[in-house]
């Protein structure tokens, strides 16, 4: 398959490349992003863009590809309303817009566990309202990734302090079926893309179900 993927450069991302590039039948990825990931192999190819809202219909880097995994994301913590939605709601929205061949193509966009159009938390109505529009956008398939806590990969660098906060209640929550590693993280949109799945929102537990298929 051939995978275009956001959000090399943080957390999720990063460890979902990394595990993508171990798989045989990933025969390219592309990484879109604002800047350079430092990670270097064969089959991946770097695609850097300043503002993601300046991308065209036409746009010769984006042909022949089967699916996107969309990463790219931020905290809502912290960040002004409008800068998150920006980030989490206007950009997915348009790189899904401007991507061709839809027909053939699966989009997954990384959303979280809990996302509710009637949460009381700000991230959780816009998250919503995005996996909703994506689905209106003409893919052959689309999906909204909802992990909750996750294990970073074997060699990651980009990983935020409170990722080693929660990775000690990691073994416990993963009992409680809130917990995933990357490489579930990136088999299971492996899966999504080649084989599609019963469910459009895909929590940790479909998360495990869905790598082990693979």
Excluded: C
């Amino acid at each position: 398959m051939r995978i275009i993927l956001t959000g090399a450069t943080g957390y999720v991302g990063e460890g979902t490349l990394l595990e993508l590039l171990k798989v045989d039948s990933v025969e390219k990825v592309l990484s879109v992003s604002r800047k350079p990931s430092g990670i270097k192999h064969e089959k991946m190819e770097e695609y850097l863009v300043p503002d993601f809202m300046q991308l065209k219909e036409g746009d010769e880097h984006f042909k022949g590809y089967d699916a996107v995994f969309f990463i790219a994301g931020i905290t809502s913590v912290g960040t002004p309303k409008d800068v998150y939605v920006r980030i989490s709601q206007d950009i997915p929205l348009h790189f899904a817009d401007i991507m061709p061949d839809k027909e053939r193509m699966t989009y997954i966009y990384l959303s979280g566990a809990g996302t509710t159009p009637d949460g009381k938390q700000f991230w959780q109505r816009v998250k919503s309202k995005t996996e909703a529009e994506i689905q209106t956008k003409g893919f052959k398939r689309t999906f909204a990734l909802r992990p909750a806590i996750m294990k970073w990969a074997k060699g990651q660098k980009h990983i935020q302090t409170m990722q080693y906060a929660f990775i000690v209640f990691y073994p416990l929550l993963r009992l409680m079926g809130q917990g995933n590693n990357m490489k579930e993280i990136a088999l299971s949109q492996l899966v999504l893309a080649r084989d599609g799945y019963h469910k459009f929102a895909i929590d940790p537990e479909d998360i495990k179900e869905l790598a082990k298929r693979f």
